[in-house]
């Protein structure tokens, strides 16, 4: 998203308002489908309370509460974000919680009878086009050139790189047939098993572990409500939701 539409979205969300029971949550775009199920178990249980959903790259929606967007909760595909914003005291540190984890892929569109088993296939001829997340805003982009440059393919792919906004739109870009190949999670590519098919899986030690932290904005005006729909992320019944589309369980220590 570019800083015109950074500006966009903050005057949309403002004026919008917020109601005495609304809460506005940040969310990384491949936990969309997790999230509204659970935001519809948790507004159910809390009459009146109203959950807004601002989905998008992890990178734009940390811009967004930088421009001071109304945010309450913040939901990130990458630690890196919310570190960074931890450092500006944007978010409230002691709320900050690792809930999920999620892994690499490389996808193909589901017709494709071109044959891409391992990472260095991509630098076959017929593998023309190939579509990441933006490393500047997407978070599976940055995880994509981490394990790109560990596999010393980066700078010699770079012909065929296509950059998305987001990693959905990667998702799409594959599902359409407009690239050959595209860099996107487990969980996306298991969302649209009729369009796409999995190629092969990067080598987990090739990039660090995709782990989802989230935390309430310190601007919050609904910092209960926020630490509240966060908790349930990390319940057994969050988890369960979680593992239903995919999501593994954070590391160990992560935060």
Excluded: C, H
């Amino acid at each position: 998203m570019r800083s015109g539409a950074v500006a966009v979205a903050l005057v949309l969300l403002t004026a919008a308002g917020a109601g005495a029971q609304e809460v506005t949550v940040s969310v990384a775009v491949s936990l969309k489908e997790a999230v509204e199920e659970l935001g519809r178990g948790f507004m159910a249980a809390r009459p009146g309370v109203s959950l807004r959903y601002n989905f998008g790259a992890s990178g734009d929606l940390q811009k967004q509460i930088e421009a001071g967007a109304p945010i309450d909760l913040f939901l990130s595909a990458a630690q890196r974000q919310m570190d960074e914003l931890e450092k500006r005291n944007l978010v409230v540190a002691g709320s900050r919680r690792a809930f999920a984890r999620n892994a690499l892929t490389v996808i193909k569109p589901a017709d494709s009878r071109i044959d891409i088993a391992k990472p260095i296939d991509l630098l076959e001829p017929r593998v023309g086009r190939i579509v990441i997340g933006s490393p500047k805003t997407v978070p599976a982009g940055q995880y994509a050139e981490e394990s790109l440059r560990v596999l010393g393919l980066w700078e010699r792919l770079q012909p065929k790189l296509v950059f998305s906004e987001n990693v959905r739109q990667a998702l799409d870009y594959v599902a359409r047939g407009e690239v050959d190949a595209g860099f996107v999670y487990t969980t996306d590519a298991a969302l649209r098993a009729q369009g796409v098919k999995e190629a092969f899986r990067p080598p987990e030690d090739s990039y660090r572990p995709v782990v989802y932290p989230g935390a309430v904005v310190a601007a919050s005006k609904q910092p209960a409500l926020a630490q509240a729909f966060l908790d349930l992320l990390n319940s057994p019944q969050g988890r369960t939701v979680l593992s239903r589309f995919g999501f593994q369980p954070p590391p160990a220590g992560a935060r």
